[in-house]
């Protein structure tokens, strides 16, 4: 993680680049399109770790679901990352992420990726996830906020 972390940081610094003014800034946002979007995770997939992990990572229906994004006119998608998915497999991880990111770009889909967000889960593990539920979200956090009320 830390050596991911330094990687991120030397390219922030290595195209850094002068800052804009205030014109040119107000140029490139006039030239946006509405941003508009939702949070994103197939619906094969009961948690994010699910989506990473190469035994369940499905770009057949994430191009699916991101094409009906597309159609509805979404512009970005918030998609979160998994730290044991890169852990377990960082070169698999990044090869799986670069997939959504084309996937994302020939819908027009901007990706706001969450990085390396494991609280939906106090002690997550690599492997069968738990089977996500129909109509919810997330459907392990559901679990979790169950538990602690409870």
């Keep these: 993680m830390i050596k991911l972390l330094s990687i991120l940081l ?8 002068d800052r804009w003014t205030e014109d040119q800034a107000n ?11 939702s ?10 770790l699910e989506m990473w992990q190469a035994d369940t990572f499905n770009p057949t229906l994430i191009d699916k679901e991101l094409s009906w994004a597309g159609d509805l006119g979404m512009t970005t998608m918030r998609i979160f990352l ?9 070169f698999g991880f990044k090869s799986r992420l670069e997939t959504v990111i084309k996937i994302c770009a020939k819908y027009g889909i901007k990706p706001t990726l ?13 492997g069968k996830q738990p089977q996500p539920k129909q109509g919810v979200m997330l459907s392990s956090n559901f679990l979790i906020v169950n538990q602690l009320n409870g």
């Design 10 to 17: 030397f390219y922030s610094t290595v195209s850094a680049r």
């Design 27 to 37: 140029a490139w946002y006039k030239a946006q399109p509405f941003i508009i979007g």
């Design 39 to 48: 949070m994103f995770i197939p619906s094969d997939a009961g948690n994010q």
């Design 82 to 90: 998994h730290d044991i998915a890169y852990t377990e497999d960082p």
């Design 114 to 126: 969450t990085l390396f967000d494991s609280d939906w889960n106090r002690f997550p593990t690599a």
